[in-house]
């Protein structure tokens, strides 16, 4: 009988949802730490870019080891792979978060746990992407 490896690498599927448009590409972070999340690439370890082609857009991470991640995601229009923000700090550019948690002036930046799941065998996650932050 042969065992499965507990440590066997998974992939994780992410499907965003809700694109407004067809132009520009959609930037993708995956992290594994709360460390630069969901801003700056600290304890990103895996990312990339895919072209929008409709008003959704698939991507796949191969090679994640078993544990917990936050994915995030930006409607990048202008080919800066990062969220631009207005004076405010509000965003300029649609976004989205892993597991979709409200993002509001009262909530603030997302925290990593409230964005985290547990990665332990193959997934798919759905994101909806906001182009305004939430009442």
């Known amino acids: 009988m042969r065992t499965v490896n507990a440590e066997s690498p998974a992939t994780l599927t992410v499907v965003v949802n809700g694109l407004h448009h067809k132009k520009g590409q959609v930037c993708l972070r995956v992290y594994s730490s709360e460390k630069g999340f969901p801003d700056s690439n600290t304890s990103e370890i895996q990312s990339g870019?895919?072209?929008i082609t409709g008003s959704s857009v698939k991507k796949q991470f191969s090679g994640l080891k078993p544990g917990t991640y936050a994915v995030a995601v930006v409607d990048d229009q202008n080919g800066d792979h990062k969220l631009n923000k207005d004076f405010f700090g509000i965003p300029k550019e649609g976004f989205g978060i892993s597991k979709n948690p409200t993002v509001s002036i009262s909530t603030g930046t997302p925290k990593f746990?409230?964005?985290?799941?547990?990665?332990?065998?193959n997934t798919t996650i759905n994101i909806d992407m906001k182009y305004s932050l939430d009442p």
């Open 49 to 51: 870019c895919t072209q």
């Open 113 to 121: 746990r409230d964005a985290s799941f547990l990665l332990k065998k």
